[in-house]
């Protein structure tokens, strides 16, 4: 059973976890014959069993043994409706909810938050109460953003943690293995069962130099998202290592590690140093230092490697940080990436708006103390020169500590002394929660942001807004500038009477010199006697339904089954189930699935996207209706999708809805990593092309059979038969990553249904 639920990690968790180091590292140095990497040591630390785990990166299944899970209100709904189906009375691992995602961002700090407890009061009752019934610690709205909160308290050097949200990763800023999934995989967790995944293979980035100059931690990882594109770190864990790793702060190094996500990274981890050391005793964390000291050298990477990095990982990226400039990425991706000063040409090249109709600083990716003292301190350079924002600045805080700190330290007013807008302590416009009244829907428009994401119509809901992303520095002289063209590291602000000013290089201090200050505690506590706490779903409820299970495999092949739609480039989780105004039905499986596919571009009917064809009378439909239409009818279908697909959130709506509503198969050219897990959790075959030009035989009006579905084994090909309307047929063949278990989760009708022993 899992010791009480904390506000913060309690110390002995660590010694335990700390505890498993040398037996674990000794099998694996004898059985790989070799010197380890940091997350090679952290993941044998975790395995279910270090002396038969598999080994072979990349490509065996392992199972591990997560110290924590952490679950945000988005995700955490649907996570802890399959928890309940499973009959147990409390979750065996610490476990915590965090309520971030649901506050809307329209006033300002305190009028949202207080709407947000209004309009959002059933499903915070619901998260509350479950919580308290099942042993999970509860932080409230206002506390913070999950992964910030998480950072603050629960993280620590050699620790592995999952998380519903795909920017889990964030805790490898402290040396943590924290990885984003899908609900259901926290199900298994909390249910006393192991995490299995893919043994990570591990891309080593080396950091020469030292950070510098307007260059900042947010500029190194969209460097390395430039190199590795959003797929390049699919099925590999990021480990940074080297002498600039230690010119990074903590949460600089979460920053880093946050946005690894966005290339598809299982994690990301830096190694534990002074800066970690620094951060852990500022959080008041100082046994932790402590303790972590003692255990140093397995909270880093083994001497050998680091001499001799491209011996032992599976790829090396060498970044000089003395020559990192600024960048900015976007429109509509995060590996669009340039360097400020070829921001502008690039801007009028491809003609995008060059006024900046908002900038926003925040987001769990970049909101700390350090963060926000960037950003404030060029505010005061400007305020010092007369000058106001030309954008207006948007500033959500990560948690409500570094709200009350910043506060206190005057960093809040700086921004505001400029015409800065201050928003709750959560995601807000980074997932649309965002009430922008200075547009019309498809109206071209140029914003900038610290965010991580940058998808089509993410934060605000309108696929023709430009999203790039820079540092929260970078963000705010944007915001002064106004203009996508001025590059503020070599050129002047104009302020209103025509006084040119040059902004200098920003430092701020990378912790508060007072120290933190806590603010409001936002923690709730399990019940003490669970019995005593009763969930209630009210029936006709529009935002919480239980669950049913998905019916089992019938035994049989699936035949004569149509093509939804037929996704052309990116189609990420933000596209088939948008966030923004569905995050209201993330709890209601019949109600947020009529937000399936809406956002995808279909090669059958491209205008406007989310539509499809019906077969039956070639109408051009919106794909929900058209789900739901082939569903009433009893029709199953698939879904063909292009590369990444399924890139960004681990939201395993994304999966559910298809499920839900008859989709049986998704053939891709590729699978992002949390996406296709989620698939395979919820019974729908995931298969990838084994020749990528097999995509384009998929035509609309084709009728589809996936074929000895019986003889489905670990590593054997899938045949697909493609029927066309002429009469013609083309055989397919396609991949799967599915092993036995994934097998026998099909079988039964989803995962959840064999941990419920259906
Ligand atoms: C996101 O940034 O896309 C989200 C919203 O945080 C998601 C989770 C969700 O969809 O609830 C994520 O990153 O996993
Ligand atoms: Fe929230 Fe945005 Fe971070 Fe997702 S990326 S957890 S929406 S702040």
Known sequence: MASPVEPTTPLELVETAYARFPRALGDARRRLGRPLTFAEKVLFAHADDPATVGIDRGVDYADYRPDRVAMQDATAQMALLQFMTAGLPTVQVPSTVHCDHLI??????????????????????????????????????????????????????????????????????????????????????????????????????????????????????????????????????????????????????????????????????????????????????????????????????????????????????????????????????????????????????????????????????????????????????????????????????????????????????????????????????????WQRDDIQQGDRNTIVSSFNRNFPARNDGNAATLSFIGSPETVTAMALTGRLDVDFVHEPVVSPDGTKVKLTAPSADELPAKGFDPGESGFQAPAADPSSVEVVVKPDSERIELLEPFPAWDGNDFTGMQVLMKAVGKCTTDHISPAGPWLKYRGHLTNISGNLFVGVNNAFALDPPGSGVDVRDGSITPLPELAKAYKAAGIWWVAVGDENYGEGSSREHAAMEPRYMNGRAVIARSFARIHEANLKKQGVLALTFADPDDYERIQANDTVDVVGIADLAPGKAVTVLVHHPDGSMDTIATTHTMSDEHIAWFRAGSALNVLRGN
């Open 104 to 433: 809307q961002a329209r006033v300002g700090a305190d009028s949202d938050l207080k709407s947000a407890l209004d309009v959002n009061s059933e499903v915070y009752e619901f998260l509350r109460t479950v919580s308290a019934k099942y042993g999970i610690g509860f932080w409230k709205p206002g506390s913070g953003i999950i992964h910030q909160v998480v950072l603050e308290q629960y993280a620590f050097p050699g620790g592995m943690m999952i998380g519903t949200d795909s920017h889990t990763p964030n805790a490898g800023g402290l040396g943590m293995v924290a990885i984003g999934v899908g609900g259901a995989d926290a199900v298994d967790v909390m249910a006393g069962w192991p995490f299995n995944t893919r043994v990570p293979k591990v891309i080593g980035v080396h950091l020469r130099g030292e950070l510098s100059g307007w260059a900042a931690a947010k500029d190194v990882i969209l460097k390395v998202a430039g190199i590795l594109t959003v797929k390049g770190g699919t099925g590999a864990i990021v480990e940074y290592f080297g002498p600039g790793a230690e010119s990074i702060s903590a949460t600089g190094k979460a920053t880093i590690c946050n946005m690894g996500a966005e290339i598809g990274a299982t994690c990301s981890l830096f190694p534990y140093d002074a800066r970690s050391a620094a951060y852990l005793r500022a959080t008041g964390r100082e046994q932790l230092a402590a303790l972590a000291d003692a255990h140093a050298e397995h909270l880093r990477i083994d001497p050998e490697v680091l001499d001799d990095p491209e011996r032992y990982f599976d790829r090396v990226i060498d970044i000089d940080l003395d020559e990192l400039e600024p960048h900015l990425v976007g429109p509509h991706t995060p590996d669009l990436d340039r360097p400020i000063s070829e921001v502008g040409a690039a801007a009028r090249e491809e003609d995008y708006p060059l006024d900046i109709s908002y900038a926003l600083v925040g987001s769990c990716t970049n909101s700390s103390y350090e963060d926000i003292g960037r950003a404030a301190n060029v505010a005061r350079q400007a305020s010092a020169a007369g000058l106001r924002v030309k954008s207006p600045l948007l500033i959500t805080p990560g948690s409500e500590q570094v709200r009350a700190t910043i506060a206190r330290d005057g960093l809040l007013a700086d921004l505001e002394a400029i015409g800065a807008t201050v928003l709750a302590n959560a995601c807000g416009p980074c997932i649309g929660q």
